[in-house]
Nanobody, 129 residues
Framework: EVQLVESGGGLVQAGGSLRLSCAAS????????ICWFRQAPGKEREGVSC????????YYSDSVEGRFTISSDNAKNTVYLQMNNLNAEDTAVYYC??????????????????????WGQGTQVTVSS
């Protein structure tokens, strides 16, 4: 059974930090790119950050560049999103998603949601100002 399980969300004050985890199972982790998306109430789901597991290539949206860091622990089949200097605009449900690297690298745009085969259930991040 394929699973993507997010954890680490919570309530934090503006300027604070959180680390999200995405634990993957049931598929060939090293043949996928893992991305974090987020969705705030009343807004579209947006891509935040991605990592290609086999070569470590990363992507960050402009809104999080310099504040968020994505990494992977391949031995644990887990991707992390370290989020620093959080602000109220970061409040959202955060989802991780997996796309086959072969497709993801050819598409060349991490924001196209159709390429992601698997999705987690999400974890809530709330930043109080």
């Amino acid at each position: 059974e394929v699973q993507l399980v997010e954890s680490g969300g919570g309530l934090v004050q503006a300027g604070g930090s959180l680390r999200l985890s995405c634990a993957a199972s049931g598929f060939a982790f090293d043949k996928y790119a893992i991305c974090w998306f987020r969705q705030a109430p009343g807004k579209e789901r947006e891509g935040v950050s991605c990592i290609s597991i086999n070569d470590g290539n990363t992507y960050y949206s402009d809104s999080v560049e310099g504040r968020f860091t994505i990494s992977s622990d391949n031995a644990k089949n887990t991707v992390y999103l370290q989020m620093n200097n959080l602000n109220a605009e970061d409040t959202a449900v955060y989802y991780c998603a997996a796309a086959p690297t072969l497709i993801w690298s050819r598409v060349g745009n991490p924001l196209f949601r159709w390429q992601y085969e698997y999705w987690g259930q999400g974890t809530q991040v709330t930043v109080s100002s």
